[in-house]
Each structure stands twice: as C-alpha cells, then as structure tokens.
C-alpha cells in the first residue's frame, strides 16, 4: 500500500465512525425511546473518543508528516487532502488532554447552570461558572494561538480563515446601515393584513407539501429521507444518505415551509460533495459559513421570494384552499416578508437576525479581550438590544439566557449565521449575472439551472479552498456586505412601499 492508500484507509475509518456517531444522534432526535437515553449516552461519548483517538495518534502524525515531506509526488487532489489534514492533526493535538477534560467538566457544569437560570429567569446562577468557561475559553485560544486578537483562535475552528480584522468592517458596515435600514422600516411601518397565516393548516397537508417542495428543489430521496423532530436540522451519514427533519406546527404554516427548504439547502450542498472523497477533507463542507450559505440561499432569496411563490402558490393553494380563499399571490408574498424587532434570534426576520447576530459578536470580542467581564453581560446585553434593535429586553430569558451556545462553550460561532446569508446574498448576484434566465426559471418552476450553478462553483470543492478563497473563485471578488444590502434594499422598498 503506498503512504497515501494507508492515510486514505484510517482517515475513511474515522468517517465510519463518524457516521455512526451521526446515525446514533438522528435516532435519538427523531425515533429513540425517553429510557435508552442514558445509554445512548454513553455509546457517543465512547465513538466520539474513539474517533477523536484515532484523529490524533502518533502513527497519524508520522504518516501525515511524510506525505507532506513527499507533496510533490502527490496529484493536486492528493497534495490538497493532504495539506488540510496536516492542519487538522495541528490543531487536533495542541490542547493537552487535561485541558479537554477540563474544559468538558466546565460545559457540563455551565450547560446545568444554563438550564438553572432558565427555570429561574434569572442570569445569577449562570455567571460563575460562565466566567469560569469564559476563563478557559480564553486560555484556549493561549493554547491554540493567533495572530492579532485572541478570538480569532475561535473564530478559526468554525470558519478557517476568518479574523476580527475581516469580521470588524463587515459588522461596522452591519452597524451603520443595516440598522439604519431596519430603523426606517419600522417607522414606516404599514404592515400587510397576515391572520390568514395563523389560522389552522392540517399538519397532514403541511408534511406532504413539505416533501413535494423538497423534491422540486431537487434533494434526492434515494440518499436520504425526511422526518419529524423538535428542532429541525440536516445530518450526514455517507454520501448516499444525507437526512433532513422538519417541525409541523398547525398555525404556523410558514415555520414548516421556512425549515424544509433552509434543511433542503443544507442538504443539497451534502448530496452535491464529492463521493470519491468520501472521509477526506474534499469530502467535507467548506466550512460553517458556506455551510449556512447554501441553506439561506434557499431559504430567502429563492424561497422568500415572489417568483418562487408565483410558481409554487397554486400547489399551496390545492393543499389549503379556504385558508387562502381570496389572497392573491402578491398579498400572500407581502404577508410572509414583514419585518419587525423582536427579542429572539432564532424567530427574527431575515434582516432583524443581523442585528442579533451583531449583538453577539460585539460581546464575545469584548469577552475575549477582557474589555467586558461576565457580570456585566446581562447588563451589556440590554443596552445593545436598545441600541441596535430599539427594544427594552423584558427578562434574561428573553435575553442573555436565549441561546444554548455560550453554556456549551461555543464562542465564534454566531458570525458564521450572519456570514451565511452574506456569502448567499453575493452567491445568487452572481448565478443572477451568469444565469439571466434565472428569475424566469424560478417563476417557471425550474431551480434546476441554479442547482447546477451552485454544484459547479461551491459544492464540488469541498474543502479545497477557504471560504474567502472559494468566494472570490465564485464571484470574483471577497465577500462584501454591499450584495445583502444591495439585496434587502430593494427587497424590502418594495414592500414597504419606500
Ligand atoms: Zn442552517
């Protein structure tokens, strides 16, 4: 076997293993019975270590570090696995094991505190052993190393690549006209008549609709499958099964339809990786914020969209004929694009999330860097919601208590939501340009054409570029602000009639 077959081998029973691990969490959101759970706990936690064993042994090291020694003799491809791998095991081995544990007894411990405060609505219970988190956070990013501000270590591990100093200009830009423009919306608030979308939608109807839009949208139900589950999300077991879960809620048509497409996007970039790679680093996604990109892309600018509703709105219709007796499709378009601040991410808007997500970048900097310190995080949380959103937050549950990330340790996380609806605002500018038929397509009926764009220029590389390097191959230019911009100004005017 020569060096690369045998990487090849053990880095393809990593992915076994992985599979597994993912197959073992689908089953415990979608189908697991409530007494298998302390079990099924245990069975992760033992492939999770085992995985990350296998990730980080000595062995893999060597063998890593003499294909690298022999690079030159590897095809591009070969060379390109290779190299992300060897970053990979980099990173893999510079926490000390001690530190891991460390580190995982502070998430638990954090994560219960979370849960605590919660039930209490009250921060109190959840600041000490946040600091204490914060503190390993901080001592992480020590041990990971960075160049210029420590939270981009972190940044790093959810978006390789991606800095304060490419994050700053693009949040500023967020800060001065996002919020500028979601301001003036409000004032000018004459909201659309939109009852008709909370009166009753049989859960039944929504389900098969869900699948009719799932399979228009082209995800393959030979390689995967749909399902119910609390809180809908997209997994990957192998090339040939990339599984999507969705939620039905009777009055709220919209969440239903909004979660099968964003899921359906999500898994049209894991039907559309490479399967030769399968368990390689050309294999695997690019990162979070592409991730993200593919499955807003649908969501909003394809799925939010008034041609994609003139072509999908007499199906609707056949499903729930008297609860849209007498609205047109312009009236229902204008009901399911209303903006508005509110206190929750995860219900914002898709102009309104920015400004959420703005909040959060804003003070997982400032707690990196020490300029911000964890009894002062709930305070600091209101007064950018005022700021930013105009809003008086009424409680922490509704406001430092919201999101699960923090409790889990996950700090760097949040921008990568935002820089996914960018990167597809900027991404469906181009296939517009390239595609000029697009538009037509998609009032036609045919999201075809825009699935082969994006297989051609995102899907197919896997993680041979960064995001910024695969952004300016797409679209010739780094990431801007201006296309979302761009994008919800003239979305938006419309609507509200400016
Ligand atoms: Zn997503």
Redesign the pocket.
């Known amino acids: 076997m020569t060096l690369y077959e045998q990487y090849t081998e053990r880095l393809r029973k990593i992915a076994d293993i992985n599979g597994a691990i993912a197959l073992l969490h689908w089953d415990s959101e979608v189908n697991a019975p409530k007494k298998g759970a302390d079990f099924r706990g245990q069975q992760l936690a033992t492939l999770s270590a085992l995985s990350h064993e296998l990730s980080t042994t000595a062995e893999l090291g060597a063998l890593l570090q003499q294909l690298m020694e022999q690079k030159a003799e590897l095809s591009e491809t070969e060379a390109c696995n290779v190299q992300r791998s060897w970053e990979d095991y980099q990173l893999a081995t510079r926490l000390p094991v001690s530190f891991v544990r460390e580190l995982s007894q502070a998430r638990s411990t954090a994560f219960q505190a979370w849960i605590q405060a919660r039930r209490e609505n009250n921060f109190a219970p959840f600041q000490e052993p946040l600091t204490a988190l914060i503190a390993l956070k901080r001592q992480e990013a020590e041990l990971l190393g960075y160049e210029g501000h420590p939270y981009n270590a972190l940044l790093d591990q959810y978006e390789k690549g991606a800095t304060v100093a490419q994050l700053d200009p693009l949040f500023r830009d967020v800060r001065e006209q996002l919020v500028a423009f979601a301001r003036e919306l409000r004032e000018r608030g004459t909201p659309s008549p939109s009852d008709f979308l909370r009166v009753s939608y049989d859960k039944d109807a929504q389900w098969e609709l869900g699948l009719e839009l799932l399979r228009e949208m082209g995800y393959d139900f030979d390689a995967g499958r749909q399902d119910l589950s609390e809180h809908p999300f997209t997994t990957t077991f192998s090339p040939g099964d990339v599984r999507v879960t969705t939620r039905v809620h009777e009055h709220e048509p919209m969440s239903m339809i909004g979660s099968c497409i964003?899921e359906g996007g999500?898994a049209l970039y894991e039907q559309g990786l490479p399967a030769a790679q399968y368990g390689l680093p050309l294999g695997a996604a690019t990162s979070l914020g592409i991730h993200?990109s593919q499955?807003r892309l649908w969501e909003n600018n394809v799925g939010l969209s008034l041609v994609y509703w003139r072509a999908n709105y007499d199906r609707l219709r056949r499903y729930f004929p008297t609860q849209l007796e007498g609205v047109s499709v312009e009236q229902f378009y204008h009901a399911i694009n209303q903006v508005q601040p509110n206190f929750i991410r995860i219900e914002a808007d898709e102009l309104h999330y920015h400004l959420h997500i703005l909040v959060r970048y804003e003070l997982e900097k400032a707690l990196m860097d020490k300029s911000l310190e964890v009894k002062d995080l709930a305070q600091a949380w209101r007064d950018k919601y005022r700021e930013f959103l105009g809003v008086e937050v009424p409680d922490d549950l509704r406001g430092v208590l919201q999101d699960v990330h923090w409790s889990e340790g996950l700090i760097g996380y949040f921008p990568t939501y935002s820089l996914g609806s960018f990167y597809a605002a900027q991404f469906f500018a181009q296939a517009q340009k390239d595609l000029p038929q697009l538009s037509a397509d998609i009032e036609a009926g045919n999201t075809r054409p825009l699935l082969d764009w994006l297989r051609e220029r995102i899907h197919r590389y896997g993680r041979q570029y960064t995001s910024e390097e695969l952004c300016e191959r797409a679209t010739g230019e780094p990431l801007r602000l201006s296309y979302f911009m761009d994008y919800v100004r003239r979305k938006y005017s419309a609507i509200y009639g400016i």
Do not use: I, P
Request: hydrophobic share 0%; proline share 0%.
């Open positions: 964003h999500h993200e499955s």
